[in-house]
T-cell receptor, first 116, second 112 residues
Framework: EAQVTQNPRYLITVTGKKLTVTCSQNMNHEYMSWYRQDPGLGLRQIYYSMNVEVTDKGDVPEGYKVSRKEKRNFPLILESPSPNQTSLYFC???????????????FGNGTRLTVT | DQQVKQNSPSLSVQEGRISILNCDYTNSMFDYFLWYKKYPAEGPTFLISISSIKDKNEDGRFTVFLNKSAKHLSLHIVPSQPGDSAVYFCAAPGTSYDKVIFGPGTSLSVIP
C-alpha cells in the first residue's frame, strides 16, 4: 500500500530536549515536505526537499532541521524544542512539482507534538 | 500575508443540498489550484484540482470553478453527504513551484 508513515503519532516533551520525528514514504517520490497545522493558519510549510541531499526552507523554518540522506526518509529534527512549537505536524511527498506544481501531495497521518 | 484565503472557517449544510466552499488568492501568477480534504486524526488527501487554463473541472459530485479575473475559486459538492464532513483546504503551488501554499481551511458539517 502506498503510504507516508510518520512516527510517533503523539509526543509530549519538555523545553530543550532534542527530538526527531521520522517520515518515510514507499512511493519513490522525489519531493518531500514538512508542514505544521495551527488553528486559523492552515498548513504552513517548514522545510522541503526536491531530492536526496537537496533541502530548502519553507515559510516557518526557525527552530527546525531536516536531512534527506535517502530518498524514502525525511526526518524533522527539533534540537531545542520550545512551547511555540506545540503543533500538529504533517509530512508529505509527491512526484516532482515540475514546471506546473501540479503533483498532488500524499500526507502522513500527522504527529501531535506538545512541548511543555 | 496569506496568499491563499478561505474566509469561512466553517459551513453547515443539510444532507442532499449543495455545499459551496470558497477560496481567494492574491497572486495572479498562480496557475494551478488543488483542494484537499482532511478528516480528524488523518492527513489531508487530494480531492480535485484545476489548471488556470480552465474555468471548471468536474469529478463526480465535486466541481471546482475558477474565476481568474476575480482571483477566486470555489468547490461545489452536490449532493452533500454526511461523509463529506471534513476540513477542506485550498492550495496553490508557489511561483517557484517548489512550495505549496495552503489556505486556513473550511470545516464542513453535513447534517443528516
Amino acid at each position: 500500500e502506498a503510504q507516508v508513515t510518520q512516527n510517533p503519532r503523539y509526543l509530549i516533551t519538555v523545553t530543550g530536549k532534542k527530538l526527531t520525528v521520522t517520515c518515510s514514504q514507499n512511493m519513490n517520490h522525489e519531493y518531500m515536505s514538512w508542514y505544521r497545522q495551527d488553528p486559523g493558519l492552515g498548513l504552513r510549510q517548514i522545510y522541503y526537499s526536491m531530492n536526496v541531499e537537496v533541502t530548502d526552507k519553507g515559510d516557518v523554518p526557525e527552530g527546525y532541521k531536516v536531512s534527506r540522506k535517502e530518498k524514502r526518509n525525511f526526518p524533522l529534527i527539533l534540537e531545542s524544542p520550545s512551547p511555540n512549537q506545540t503543533s500538529l505536524y504533517f509530512c508529505a511527498s509527491s512526484r516532482p512539482q515540475g514546471q506546473t506544481g501540479n503533483s498532488p501531495l500524499h500526507f502522513g497521518n500527522g504527529t501531535r507534538l506538545t512541548v511543555t | 500575508d496569506q496568499q491563499v484565503k478561505q474566509n469561512s472557517p466553517s459551513l453547515s449544510v443539510q444532507e442532499g443540498r449543495i455545499s459551496i466552499l470558497n477560496c481567494d488568492y492574491t497572486n495572479s501568477m498562480f496557475d494551478y489550484f488543488l483542494w484537499y480534504k482532511k478528516y480528524p486524526a488523518e492527513g489531508p488527501t487530494f480531492l480535485i484540482s484545476i489548471s488556470s487554463i480552465k474555468d471548471k473541472n468536474e469529478d463526480g459530485r465535486f466541481t471546482v470553478f475558477l474565476n481568474k479575473s476575480a482571483k477566486h475559486l470555489s468547490l461545489h459538492i452536490v449532493p452533500s453527504q454526511p461523509g463529506d464532513s471534513a476540513v477542506y483546504f485550498c492550495a496553490a503551488p508557489g511561483t517557484s513551484y517548489d512550495k505549496v501554499i495552503f489556505g486556513p481551511g473550511t470545516s464542513l458539517s453535513v447534517i443528516p
